[in-house]
């Protein structure tokens, strides 16, 4: 029985490191580890990160919609309402350069 040069196991050593490969020999404890942290992450995986709805294109089109008119957001529509009626009492905020500290006295 031939064993390898230390050469060829340098060699070896370096191929498994250039190519990700365990570069010692492992028991099967250790390489259940190399395993678990050689499979992509949990949050890249296709299946994962497309199982929700893409909010931020869906939000745009459903704003673009009410823009338009052939889309009536209800909660949208009660917040302007909201504004406008805080604007009508005063409560809105001041136009740059009124606010408190420009009014002070020197």
Do not use: C
């Not at 064993?3 to 250039?18: E, G, K, Q, T, V």
């Not at 302007?80 to 420009?102: I, Q, T, V, W, Y």
């Amino acid at each position: 029985m031939t064993s390898l040069s230390s050469y060829a196991l340098r060699m070896a050593h370096l191929s498994a490191r250039i190519f990700g490969e365990v570069a010692r020999p492992t028991d099967q404890k250790s390489m259940k580890v190399v395993n678990l942290f050689s499979e992509q992450p949990l949050a890249k995986r296709k299946e994962v990160y497309n199982w929700y709805p893409q909010h931020k294109v869906y939000f745009g089109l459903m704003r673009q919609l009410r823009f338009l008119g052939l889309y009536r957001d209800e909660h949208e529509d009660f917040k302007e309402e909201m504004k406008r009626l805080k604007k009508l009492r005063g409560k809105g905020d001041p136009k740059k350069g009124e606010g408190k500290r420009a009014t002070k006295k020197k």
